[in-house]
């Protein structure tokens, strides 16, 4: 089994600045995924960002990266230049090798305040 | 490519009463999941689908419930004797056999059970 803490309910962040998201995960699989998922008010769940646990480098979409240490089971997101449109609910989500569920954090809201 | 797109988007329903929902994946997609969303929680996988085979179910899915995927396209969800513990948003997913891991997401059905 998996499982996937995010520990901070809520954050916020002014307009252009950047902001860090944090989540451990825990699984005994070596393959897996995680995932950085955004979803706005009453909008669907949205992909951000994805990384290969095989993978040592940190992946990257635009103003959003994240910080992977699989040693210490940890990966972040970070939002650079933070804009009102990144207001939303964060959720992040683990998935093993076999693609077979996501298993998600309780997720963060973040604010963006002008 | 139109995305995921689940019907309906809300339901009300009595307690007791039967409910279904349709999940229409994006063409090709070959896996097609369901997860459940409550308040304040991240989604909670229930079941999937490759093809129209159900491979994996979770405990979360009791004898009530049930998820079809027929010619391996759309899928549906049925709620039996709903119960007030049934409210919540049901979200579909899909992914491609190219890229299996990662999830594309529908809008979900919100369902009340008053």
């Known amino acids: 089994a998996q499982t996937v803490t995010q520990s901070q309910p809520e954050m916020s962040v002014q307009e252009a600045e950047t902001v860090t998201l944090s989540c451990t995960y825990d699984?005994?699989?070596?393959?897996?995924?995680l995932f950085w998922y955004k979803q706005p008010p009453s909008r669907q769940m949205i992909l951000v960002i994805r990384?290969?646990?095989?993978?040592?480098q940190n992946a990257t979409e635009n103003r959003f990266s994240v910080n992977f240490q699989k040693a210490a089971k940890s990966f972040s997101l970070k939002i650079s230049d933070s804009q009102l449109g990144d207001a939303a609910m964060y959720f992040c989500?683990?998935?093993?090798?076999?693609?077979?569920?996501?298993?998600f954090g309780t997720g963060t809201r973040l604010q963006v305040t002008l | 490519d139109t995305g995921v797109s689940q019907d309906p988007r809300h339901k009300i329903t009595k307690r007791g009463q039967n409910v279904t929902f349709r999940c229409d994946p994006i063409?090709?997609?070959?896996?097609l999941y369901w997860y459940r969303q409550t308040l304040g929680q991240g989604p909670e996988f229930l079941t999937y689908?490759?093809?129209?085979?159900?491979?994996?179910k979770s405990r979360l899915l009791s004898d009530r419930f049930s998820a079809e995927r027929p010619k391996g396209s759309f899928s549906t969800l049925e709620i039996q004797r709903t119960e007030q513990g049934d409210s919540a948003m049901y979200l579909c997913?899909?992914?491609?056999?190219?890229?299996?891991?990662?999830?594309?997401f529908g809008p979900g059905t919100r369902l009340t059970v008053t």
């Open positions: 689908f490759q093809n129209e085979a159900q491979l994996e």
């Open positions: 063409s090709e997609h070959n896996r």
């Open positions: 989500a683990c998935d093993t090798g076999t693609a077979s569920k996501l298993t």
């Open positions: 997913a899909s992914s491609s056999r190219e890229i299996p891991y990662e999830q594309y």
């Open positions: 990384q290969e646990a095989y993978k040592q």
């Open positions: 699984t005994s699989e070596s393959d897996y995924y």
